[in-house]
């Protein structure tokens, strides 16, 4: 008798990568991850590559970790994904002691905080032709309307 295999909880089009023990709190770290939800995986690492943030960088190691989960465990095209989800949570939190005046203390909270990102596979939908500019039709044949009344 052996453990019942787990089902998996992802769709076969997508892979998933997850970052524990990043070092900021989660607010600070979903400033980051929002800028990147629903874009297309080299899109994200280029806005990534040039954030101020001093975070983004981690969040570049784990978008590089779900892209490389969906390229050879799951056979994807690396052209075709997008970050489908990407969302932050707690981890620990250190306490650590700042000496202040008259002999008290005060606490400082050091969080660490995780981060999940979920890659789909989408295919690029062709750009279909636009119609030519028809407002610049519409407006002539009512001005000929005026200079008939």
Request: net charge positive.
């Amino acid at each position: 008798m052996g453990k019942v295999k787990k089902e998996r909880s992802l769709a076969d089009t997508e892979a998933k990568a997850i970052g524990r023990s990043v070092r900021t709190s989660q607010y600070k770290l979903n400033r980051v991850v929002e800028s990147i939800r629903g874009k297309r995986v080299d899109q994200a690492l280029a806005e990534l590559s040039f954030s101020p943030k001093r975070i983004a960088g981690e969040v570049i190691k784990v978008l590089r970790s779900a892209i490389a989960n969906a390229e050879n465990n799951q056979n994807l095209d690396v052209d075709d994904l997008v970050v489908a989800q990407a969302w932050t949570g707690k981890n620990l939190i250190l306490k650590r002691f700042h000496a202040r005046a008259r002999g008290r203390g005060a606490r400082i909270e050091k969080p660490f905080s995780e981060l999940t990102i979920i890659v789909r596979e989408q295919a690029r939908e062709e750009k279909k032709a636009k119609p030519k500019n028809k407002s610049k039709q519409a407006a002539k044949p009512a001005a000929t309307k005026k200079e008939a009344a």
